[in-house]
């Protein structure tokens, strides 16, 4: 059975990445992928199928919270979008120069990436860059080195990254020390690809469109600001900013405090224009940004996770780590190979089974491998452009090729990896508490 599971995922996994020759939507084949592993699991199981459905529900919970925290977010975006918000951002940017105007957002991507998470600051970042360079291979070469920036930048944060914050969660790491001594790393991480392309990037940003493209929303007519273009603007980062706060102070889920920032801004867009009638409003309300916003992408999600929750309830992926252990033996070599692994397979349960692996009596607080399984699982996703949820996130709303990015990107992304991970193993003998 686990053998059929693992065929199963395989080629589902092959036709994602081959979806242009086969012309088959990603998305499809997600979905697809998803529910045949589940149900290879359930009918040839020695398993109950009411212990299946429980595994099944327990996913589901988590998977849906991701969802709906998406959701969230891109909503959010469309909706600031809608009032030309991000042009207060935009038209300060004045650098035609493609090496400058890279640095600049993969800077703002990094340290914004750390505040909010690599997936919400993706959003944010993809969406600002279709303003700034309407060029599309450029932008996609943009897009390629956001993911690097928003992992790099959300791997050293306990609120940046999903992984990071359950280990910070489960205590296996403290907050100030993943600061002090993953942030060299993460830097080096993204600095090696940028100054790569510092010599090598050629083309131009390209030609903005008449309003950077809000005449696609049927509301390009607009020359000046928009009424309350600002206030969204900055309740939209406002909100955004505040899902890490509210998860901290009420320990409820972040999708939670996401559609809380949502419900606020909506009930703004619904009073800023009260004189217009309800087909004039809706461009500039959440229900029209919900209509907006890649639903594919969202459900390419759904598959995804399905699939890879239907890997960790069978225990392949444990026993998986287990094997890693008894074969390699050095953790060092292990967890830098997770941290690739994490490209091919989602993090989140990759570093639950790690923790799983490892026990707290063994490696406390703060030890070597739980500072450095958050770097490794943190960035090395970068590699593949569905390795990460900023990845995911980035083909969705970009329409990126597998196979382009692992031409023109994975190999940036692999060597900011190494180096990092290397920094990191220098510099650790020096920072070490224990």
Known sequence: MEAIVIVTFVVGYLAIALEHPIKINKTATAILTGVLCWTIYALYSAESIEHIGEQLHEHLGEISGILFFLMGAMTIVELVDAYQGFRFITDRIKTKNPRTLLWVVCSVTFFLSAILDNLTTTIVMVSLIRKLVPNKNMRLTFVGMIVIAANAGGAWSPIGDVTTTMLWIGGQISSVNIIK??????????????????????????????????????????????????????????GLISVPVFKTVTHLPPYLGMLLALGVLWVVSELINPDMDEAEKKPYTAAGALTRIDVPSVLFFLGILLAVSALQSMEILGHFASWLDTTLKDNRIIITLIGILSAIVDNVPLVAASMGMYSMETYPTDHMIWEYLAYCAGTGGSILIIGSAAGVAAMGMEKIDFIWYLKKISWLAALGYFAGAIVYLIIYPYLAVH
């Open 181 to 238: 001594t993953l942030l060299l790393p993460s830097i080096v991480c993204l600095i090696v690809p940028l100054v790569y392309l510092q010599f090598t990037l050629k083309g131009k940003l390209g030609q903005p469109h008449a309003e950077g493209g809000e005449k696609a929303h049927g509301h390009g007519s607009h020359n000046g600001p928009i009424k309350g273009s600002k206030a969204m603007l900055f309740l939209g980062i406002g």
